[in-house]
Every structure is written in C-alpha cells, then in structure tokens.
C-alpha cells in the first residue's frame, strides 16, 4: 500500500454505482438521471465547452482517490448509460455493466457486484448526488486505512432528513445508528458515500440471502437497513465529515435545480 501524486491510497480498490432507479420523481424524463447535465466541461480532444453530466463528477471523483475499476448497475431499459460512458477510457477508467437483479431495494442491486468485488474495498457512490470536495473518497480510503475499519461513512450537513439517512454519532467517531427517512429529526448529518472491505460485503451477501424469501412482503430494504444490522453484529461503522455543504440528489426538481446554481456560483 502507498500514496499517488494525488495522495491517493493504492490499494485494490473497486467502484460500485447503482444506476438502476427509475427516476419517477422527475417523470417524464426522456434519458436517465444519471446523465442530466449539470454544468459544462472540456472534450479530450478540444477546449470546446460540453454539457457534464451529473454521474460524470462522482466517477472524476472516484478517478482521483485511485479507482480505475468501476461497475455500474443498471436495469433494462437504461442503456444510455453505458452507450454515454462505454468502456471508460475517457475517463481513464474500465468501466463495467451489470445487470438489476432483484428489486427489493438498493442493497439487492449492490449485491449483484459481489462476485466481482468480494475479495477488495468497495467505493461506493450514487450516481445521482451532486457533491463536493473532489478529495471525497481520497478522504475515505485514507480513514479506512488509518484506523483498519470494516466500514467509513462519508458525513454531509443536512436538513431535509425525510429524504436522507440520518447518522447517530457517538462521540469516538462511532455511528450507532442510522435513521431512515424520518419526518422530524433533530440530527445534523447524513451519509452520502461509503468505502468498506470484504467483511461488509460478505455480510450484506449473506443477510440478503437470509431475507429473500421476506423481501416480497417487506418494505423496500435501504443501504442503511444493512449498516444498521451490521453495527448490531458488531461491524463497527464510523463517519467522516465530507463537507459543510449538503449534497444535493438530482433525482428531485428542487435539488436539481440547486446543483446548477452551485456549479454556476463555483464557476461565474
């Protein structure tokens, strides 16, 4: 394990987006979220300004901390996605596609990635989040390794907790508990990105597996769902302050329409 020029941890480190939403929020929408465009950028070949899309931000980010191996899972139908990105090479990166298994949730579309990525650190991002600073992952990989941690959970401010996950934190650093969704919630911060290592990955596998049979007649299972019924087996989760901005999901009118602003504000 070493540092890159960027101060990146290399390590075996392997990307993992869910882009398999159906994007009902913004409906009708005649492309996928993942590829609304959210300011301008350069072509490899030219100094011509060209739409960037929202996804685009999180893989440059992902790009920076090390990660050249991403998989992207999709569901039928969402083909844009890979026809836009194709194999990554304009991102430097190798890009793959997996297809939506079961769709009880986020966690079953994770789990999809397993045999690819169970034996390295995961990165995980949503490719519908608008958010800052560039660093985010440098960050994360950097805490994870520091501290051997099984999972690290990247903090944003946030106000809006009944659309976000909502972090109880202990004083160490420790996360007890994840709030879901909550109407009201006096709580601060959200998490918006996460890296962990096999033990996570195996656990999540296995307890899907175990509540397969439940996932038809439950709620939809959330990310957080998962983390909470690790930090009760006694996988310790802990959180890092990303930002002192929230991060904004374009997968909402109103965030969509923040995310311009704050690109134009950074920019003009």
């Not at 398999?20 to 929020?25: H, P, S």
Request: proline share 6%; aromatic share 12%; hydrophobic share 45%.
């Amino acid at each position: 394990m070493k540092g890159n020029q960027n101060g990146a941890i290399e390590r075996k480190v392997i990307g993992l987006i869910p882009a398999a939403g159906l994007a009902n929020r913004l409906s009708p929408l005649p492309f996928s979220k993942e590829l609304f465009p959210i300011g301008f950028g350069t072509g490899n070949k030219s100094h011509n300004l060209i739409p960037k899309v929202v996804c685009h931000y999180l893989l440059e980010k992902m790009r920076l901390a090390g990660i050249t191996r991403t998989y992207i899972i999709i569901r039928e139908g969402k083909w844009d996605i890979p026809n836009y990105f194709g194999d990554g090479s304009t991102l430097d990166m190798r890009l793959a596609y997996l297809m939506m298994g079961l769709p009880f949730g986020v966690p079953y579309t994770l789990d999809q990635a397993h045999p690819f990525v169970q034996d390295a650190i995961v990165a995980l991002g949503f490719p519908d989040i608008y958010f800052e600073p560039d660093d985010a992952f440098v960050q994360l990989l950097a805490y994870q390794a520091a501290k051997e941690l099984d999972v690290v959970l990247g903090l944003f401010p946030c106000d809006q907790p009944q659309k976000a996950d909502m972090v109880v934190l202990a004083e160490d650093g420790r996360i007890e508990r994840i709030v879901i969704k909550a109407r009201r919630s006096d709580l601060r911060y959200s998490w918006g990105i996460a890296v962990w290592t096999p033990v996570f990955s195996d656990f999540m596998h296995q307890y899907l597996a175990e509540s397969k049979e439940k996932a038809l007649h439950q709620p939809e299972l959330f990310v957080g769902d998962v983390f909470n019924k690790a930090i009760q087996e006694g996988i310790r989760v802990e959180g890092v302050f990303i930002s002192d901005k929230p991060f904004l999901d374009v997968g909402t009118g109103d965030d969509l329409l923040k995310a311009v602003r704050r690109w134009s504000a950074q920019v003009y």
